[in-house]
């Protein structure tokens, strides 16, 4: 089947999670792996029908986890430019008293 035609609840997806197989996964379950830093677009997944594991990024689920960006808005070619001072600002010394030493926590 066409990935855009799985049903979000289809747990068919295994991912290579911290060296171990994980899984199986629905889109929804790799896209909250993905929010937690656990997936990325090279972390390799496999499915039945494929016949090797793929980086995300190597195969159809990449574009349902990882969307493309929304068009350039019209009339918006190029990035705002930010003007950065040509050199920077004085630096001044420090006035008072700095202890370097930790203090223990107060008793409770």
Excluded: Y
């Excluded at 049903?7 to 171990?20: P, Q, R, S, T, Y």
């Excluded at 019209?74 to 003007?83: F, P």
């Amino acid at each position: 089947t066409d990935i855009m035609e799985e049903k979000g609840g289809d747990k068919n997806w295994f991912c290579a999670i911290d060296g171990k197989q994980g899984g199986p996964f629905s889109i929804s379950d790799v896209k909250g792996l993905i929010r937690d830093g656990k997936v990325r677009k090279e972390t390799l997944v496999w499915r039945e029908g494929m016949p090797n594991w793929r980086a995300v990024k190597d195969c159809s689920l990449n574009n349902v986890v990882f969307p493309p960006p929304p068009p350039v808005p019209k009339g918006r070619t190029t990035a705002q430019s930010v003007v950065m001072p040509s050199k920077p600002p004085p630096r001044r010394p420090i006035s008072g008293s700095v202890s370097l030493k930790a203090k223990p926590p107060h008793p409770r």
